[in-house]
């Protein structure tokens, strides 16, 4: 592993700390594409995957480094999978997370199912035309309440209750959450991968 460096290719930082925890146990030297000059990029398309693709290649064309991306969000059954790839952007730009649950919440005012879950998908490319991406994805079942409650996480977490731990996502501890959320199952997928495609 050592010498193994790969750009993330997010500006997240909620992501960004939960990568890095999850990272350091597998002696992985990850980068911010932030922390080397790389913009976001546009994400134009309808579906995790295709938005993924096409973050990794565009921080990796930036970098000439090997890349990652996630791309992730929230879809909620009675919302017909919504927010989705604009799970950031749901109440419009910029990014609030405030005014997001909030109006999630009032989308959801008076329906009775709440069903949700968190979907996380990664993708990471040796080269900007590597054409053999590595895809991994995790999937967190929940669903969303109107009070919020917790102080951890970030996004739609204080909304997001997991009926097996009687909490939701914000009132986990970060071990806890990295053990059991969409990112972390993505993640020791890709772990496999890495190690079982490129040898890392």
Known sequence: MEGKKLVLASNNKGKLREFQAMFEAMNLN????????VSACEEPFFTFVENCLQK?????????????????GLCV????????????????????????????????????????HYMCVLVAVRSPDDPEPLIAEGAWQGEIVDTPSGTGGFGYDPHFFLPQFGKTAA?????????VSHRGQALRVMAKLLAERWGW
């Open 77 to 116: 059954d009675a919302l017909g999978g919504a927010p989705g790839v604009f799970s950031a952007r749901f109440a419009g730009e910029p990014s609030d997370d405030a005014k997001n649950n909030a109006l999630l919440v009032e989308k959801l005012r008076g329906e009775s199912n709440r069903r949700a």
């Open 30 to 37: 990850i980068v911010s594409q932030g922390s080397l000059g």
């Open 56 to 72: 990794a290649r565009h921080a990796s064309r930036e970098t000439g480094l090997p890349a990652l991306a996630d791309d992730s």
């Open 171 to 179: 009132d986990l501890t970060a071990d806890e959450k990295n053990a």
